[in-house]
């Protein structure tokens, strides 16, 4: 029975639910309602004025909100929290109250056919996701949304994630699109894993050996089942708490705490690293990548020589789209393969039973905590790449709002504004990456030391190895953005 925790139970942090105030407030029903009802009022105003408002971008409230701020302010949650966009999402809020048929109150009977995810895909984690990312990539950049073009379009994006999670939420039970679809996902599990949220975790597991009756899990009288599919007890990771606090709520012996941990805690702590999460890792490296590539003019011709070799009307072409992510994929890949070939000790026991996913090989020993090392400075780069829109175009919000109520906006000087020329955007771009590279060297240092050295013939040549390879994709990304000069 012990086993069952053993694997997993990294050093436990603040529980601040500890504080009676916290506790209160998070025992309430109304709590995750009232964190979810603003932005709900927000996408919805997105959707209409994106449609209906004007069709100038900076002027266009959806467009404006959108693109110069909303991305850049759930990466800050992303680094400094975790999964908190999820907590207040308006996607997964708006198919979760539908389901319940309920805002708040604990109810019985969900609408829909509540069917499970096939066992098979439910396997396979976060490649589903990370290609519904890439999906919902190509689509932005081949329609120019984020541009932001047409700000429409904006609105049939929201709606088209909206519209798809809803279906999901009517066709599967809980959060089915959470864990297993949102294009999301798998960009909020992983740069989350930085943050300094825990997530929900139980406070004494002896007590959850003799709890019988699971009510986190299964649901109880004051909550529901956990909606993501998580046991408290178990979970080592922030990876696929929701924040949701029903485990809290539903606990009927008060074994539940909300935890901080130090920053970075996630990357490292994970004892069962996923190779579904590695091989996310490394596409999404692999976008980021391609999304600076492409920002460089010797990109543009390239593009366009494909695309007229193969027809295809415009930018992105799909076979360099998806050639230069698998490519860089692939590389990240292939250098843990390589480091495996060379310095994997000879008797390493490789017989973990399992699927393709889970079995034990050189190559997986080695690629997952590599990929996972790499986590803060991937998180760096898609933040860094964020910087421009908002350093140049943030203060048009202020208009955009005029703009609803009649005035004209552009006569404001908010809407020509910048903060920052854009010299020194690259360098605070550059400075982000910096420390996105060092937070990759520490949370490899730690990794490498604990789970590549007991299986390497040579610990030093494993360290300089690991290290220099973070190395290589800070700079990599960093020189991008010197070439890019500041590009949007
Ligand atoms: S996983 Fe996606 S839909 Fe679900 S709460 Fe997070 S961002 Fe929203
Ligand atoms: S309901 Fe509470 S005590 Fe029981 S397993 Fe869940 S967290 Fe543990
Ligand atoms: S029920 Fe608990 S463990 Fe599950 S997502 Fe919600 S807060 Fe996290």
């Known amino acids: 029975m012990q086993d069952r925790f053993a694997p997993s139970d990294p050093a436990r942090g603040l529980d601040v639910t500890r504080n009676p105030l916290v506790a209160r407030l998070v025992r309430n029903r109304h709590f995750q309602f009232f964190l979810i009802l603003p ?21 266009n409230f959806g467009a404006a909100i959108t693109w110069y701020i909303w991305f850049c302010l759930v990466f800050v949650m992303m680094v400094v929290v975790g999964r908190a ?36 895909l439910a396997r396979i984690g976060f490649l589903i996701p990370v290609v519904s990312f890439l999906l919902l990539t190509w689509l932005e950049e081949f329609f120019n949304i984020a541009g932001p073009g047409n700000p429409a379009a904006t609105s049939f994006m929201v709606l088209g994630i909206v519209g798809s999670a809803l279906a999901f939420f009517l066709v599967f039970e809980r959060r089915t699109f ?35 009756t699971k009510d986190c899990m299964r649901g109880g009288e004051h909550g529901y089942g956990c909606p993501w599919y998580t046991w408290p007890g178990s979970a ?20 539940v705490g909300l935890y901080l941990q130090k920053p970075l805690t996630s990357v490292v702590a994970p004892n069962r690293r996923r190779i579904d999460v590695a091989w996310g890792i490394a596409l999404l490296w692999g976008l980021v990548l391609y999304q600076q ?40 890949a292939g250098a843990a393969w390589i480091v495996a070939k060379l310095l994997a000790r000879r008797d390493l026991d490789l017989t973990t039973p399992g699927t393709f996913l889970e079995r034990g090989s050189r190559f997986r020993t080695f690629f997952a905590p590599i990929a996972y090392g790499l986590v803060p400075v991937i998180g760096a780069d898609y933040f860094a790449r964020q910087l421009p829109k908002f350093f140049k175009h943030s203060t048009r919000l202020v208009p955009a709002v005029q703009h609803v109520f009649g005035a004209s906006g552009t006569q404001s000087k908010l809407y020509t504004l910048r903060l920052l020329t854009n010299p020194r955007i690259v360098v605070v771009q550059v400075s982000v990456i910096a420390l996105g590279t060092l937070a990759a060297l520490w949370t490899t240092w730690r990794i490498t030391n604990r789970e590549l050295v007991p299986v390497s013939r040579n610990g030093v040549a494993i360290r300089v190895v690991t290290l220099g390879l973070v190395l290589v994709c800070g700079l990599a990304a960093g020189v991008l953005y010197v070439l890019m000069h500041a590009a949007s």
């Open 39 to 59: 932005n709900q009022i927000v996408f919805w105003a997105v959707i209409f004025i994106g449609i209906l408002g004007t069709t100038v971008p900076g002027l």
């Open 85 to 120: 966009w999820c907590s207040m999402c308006p996607f997964g809020g708006f198919g979760e109250w539908v389901q319940r048929h309920s805002f708040w109150n604990r109810s019985e009977r969900s609408v829909g056919l509540g069917l499970k995810f096939p066992e098979p």
């Open 178 to 212: 959470c864990r297993y679809i949102c294009p999301l996902t798998t960009l909020i599990g992983t740069v989350g894993s930085m943050g300094t949220v825990a997530g929900f975790r139980t406070r004494d597991r002896d007590i959850c050996l003799t709890c019988e």
């Open 236 to 255: 080592d990771s922030n990876l696929y708490c929701g924040l949701c606090s029903e485990c809290y709520k539903a606990c009927p012996h008060d074994n």
């Open 293 to 332: 590539v492409n920002a460089l003019s010797l990109f543009g011709s390239l593009d366009t020589r494909l695309n007229n070799a193969i027809a295809f009307p415009h930018y992105p072409d799909p076979v360099d789209y998806l050639g230069i992510i698998a490519l860089l994929a692939l590389a990240t």
